[in-house]
Nanobody, 125 residues
Framework: VQLQASGGGLVQAGGSLRLSCAASGRTFSGYVVGWFRQTPGKEREFVAGIKWNSRNTYYADSVKGRFTISRVSAENTVHLQMNSLRPEDTAVYHC???????????????????WGQGTLVTVSS
């Protein structure tokens, strides 16, 4: 499966952005799709994840209550709605997918088989 991430940009603190991760080549059915972010010199950090079939969602503590992950079956796309953005949310955001991931590894980047290119989110203060 090939992943295409989009939706990044420049926004002021307190603003919102919606990221999208579209799949091509096959559907997301049976996959876990996750969003991760990375800043220079730091490890890739889990942001949110969703099990496509059950729609169960998972969030990093730092984004709970501000970010919402969802999926649109007809579009074969996972969205990450980001509200109340903060300067510390500035990063390159990547989406990833796996059919074989176990729940305890949803937050682990190495557990994902497929990665999209990153999309840059910049939050100004």
């Amino acid at each position: 499966v090939q992943l295409q991430a989009s939706g990044g940009g420049l926004v002021q603190a307190g603003g919102s952005l919606r990221l999208s991760c579209a799949a091509s080549g096959r559907t997301f059915s049976g996959y876990v799709v996750g969003w991760f972010r990375q800043t220079p010199g730091k490890e890739r950090e889990f942001v949110a994840g969703i099990k496509w079939n059950s729609r169960n969602t998972y969030y990093a503590d730092s984004v709970k209550g501000r970010f919402t992950i969802s999926r649109v079956s007809a579009e074969n796309t996972v969205h990450l709605q980001m509200n109340s953005l903060r300067p510390e949310d500035t990063a390159v955001y990547h989406c990833a997918a796996s059919r074989t991931i176990i729940q305890s590894s949803i937050e682990v980047p190495s557990a994902y088989n497929y990665w999209g290119q990153g999309t840059l989110v910049t939050v100004s203060s």
